[in-house]
């Protein structure tokens, strides 16, 4: 059962050996908290408020740069974003290791999916529905054309769903439920092929398609 809380949350963004990563700090009326969830490395350095659904609060313990470090986490499991503004000056970087790397034993155990998330079918429909409609778009046949190679790679990257998504220049959302290091380099190849996350909708989306919407 998520508890949902008023606040602002601070996103950080480290540059690690296995890729970028986000780390955060909830601010609320009950107290502030770290967060470094899947669910946060889609975004960019900044400052997000909002509302935040919080699963889990629990402390946490770990070995770093020679210090021992015992955090109080939250665990979202959704968010939503209302507005949003440049991290405060002082928000300098700090060492922070990479959560991909925290020892498997330590960690929580994954929280369910809050109830007023959409069900897998109601987003499924939601996506074909806009496949349908995409495969008669003119922003269909501005998408460059594709090497058959990196259309394997992206299809064992993504997978069917969202790959047809991505053929066509379509908006998407990601699953940050998914393995850690495979959505992160969902993230980035949406970034080569020129897509941009939009915080507030939490979705991916090309220019070119944005702009035919208008």
């Not at 699953?175 to 992160?184: A, E, F, V, W």
């Amino acid at each position: 059962m998520a508890t949902r809380f008023e606040g602002s949350l601070l996103v950080k963004k480290i540059n690690g050996r296995n890729g970028p990563f986000c780390i955060g700090e909830l601010v609320t009326d009950i107290g502030e908290f770290k967060v470094k969830d899947p669910l946060i490395d889609q975004f960019e350095a900044g400052t997000y408020q909002g509302s935040f659904w919080v699963s889990q609060v629990y402390p946490f313990t770990y070995c770093a740069f020679g210090k021992v470090i015992v955090e109080i986490r939250a665990r979202l499991a959704d968010l939503q974003i209302d507005g949003e503004s440049d991290l405060p000056a002082d928000a300098d970087k700090p060492q922070e290791p990479d959560p991909i790397e925290e020892p498997v034993l330590d960690k929580p155990v994954k929280p369910p999916r809050p109830v007023p998330k959409p069900s897998v079918k109601a987003k499924q429909d939601s996506q074909d529905s806009r496949i349908r409609q995409a495969q008669h778009a003119p922003t269909a046949s501005k998408i460059p054309a594709r090497a058959p190679q990196q259309d394997n790679d992206d299809l064992a990257l993504f997978g069917e769903e969202l790959f047809d998504l991505i053929r066509l220049g379509q908006p998407l959302k990601l699953d940050s439920t998914i393995d850690r290091q495979q959505l992160r380099g969902q993230i980035h190849r949406l970034g080569v092929i020129g897509y941009t996350f939009t915080a507030k909708t939490q979705t991916w989306s090309r220019p070119d398609s944005q702009s035919a919407s208008d």
